[in-house]
Nanobody, 114 residues
């Protein structure tokens, strides 16, 4: 069974940066679209970005120009570089294999103070 472990979250001031990592077990990684999602307190989980096996990317409008998703297939790891962070980016961030029904990991908390 594929397992996903997110890391790299923390507390940062507005305007700061963080880089999240997601390590995935299993051979599914290199063949699939990987996505980052987030869930803010009291809100539903939302899609943030995804990256295809050929490294094509897409982003939700609210993070375009500030976040960058990347992947290292040799390490079965996907990253999310987050710059110019805003308080509204505060959430638990999760990664997943898009459309594959993989159980969610624990996520990593990102808190942006104003």
């Amino acid at each position: 069974q594929v397992q996903l472990v997110e890391s790299g979250g923390g507390l940062v001031q507005a305007g700061g940066s963080l880089k999240l990592s997601c390590a995935a077990s299993g051979s599914i990684f290199s063949l699939n679209v990987m996505g980052w999602y987030r869930q803010a307190p009291g809100k539903q989980r939302e899609w943030v970005a995804h990256i295809t096996s050929r490294s094509s990317t897409a982003y939700v409008d609210s993070v375009k120009g500030r976040f960058t998703i990347s992947r290292d297939n040799a390490k079965n790891t996907v990253y999310l570089q987050m710059n110019s962070l805003k308080p509204e980016d505060t959430a638990v961030y999760y990664c997943n294999v898009v459309g594959a029904g993989v159980p969610w990991g624990r996520g990593t908390q990102v808190t942006v103070s104003s």
